[in-house]
């Protein structure tokens, strides 16, 4: 069974950074598409960002854009996601999840990803 777990999460001001990590156990990390999702309470739960390892290629939400930044390290097994310019609308639990495919366009639909973490917490106060 593969395992994601998060960390990172915590409170920031407004402007402020954060850098959540996924770390992904096993042995396929390679092949793997890692998304980044995020829920707000009374919210359904929203695609951030995906890096496809496999190839590099990376999405973002357009709300994010520029100001979030999504990386890996494959020696680790870790996704990092780079949030910069946090704004309190980014205040949300933020899980990653794993899909052992390429997902391509489909990279925001959370029914494309297999496996998935427990979660972090992101708060930014104004």
């Keep these: ?25 096993g042995s396929r990390f390679a092949e793997y ?10 919210k359904e739960r929203e695609a951030v960002s995906c890096l496809s390892v496999i190839n590099g290629r990376t999405n973002y939400v357009d709300s994010v854009k520029g100001r979030f930044t999504i990386s890996s390290d494959k020696a680790k097994n870790t996704v990092h ?28 639909g959370a029914g494309m990803y297999d496996y998935w973490g427990q979660g972090t917490q992101v708060t930014v106060s104004s």
């Design 81 to 108: 996601l780079e949030m910069n310019n946090l704004k309190p609308e980014d205040t949300a639990v933020y899980y990653c999840a794993a899909s052992r495919e390429y997902v391509g366009s489909m990279w925001f």
């Design 1 to 25: 069974e593969v395992q994601l777990v998060e960390s990172g999460g915590g409170l920031v001001q407004a402007g402020g950074s954060l850098r959540l990590s996924c770390a992904v156990s």
């Design 33 to 42: 598409s890692i998304g980044w999702f995020r829920q707000a309470p009374g």
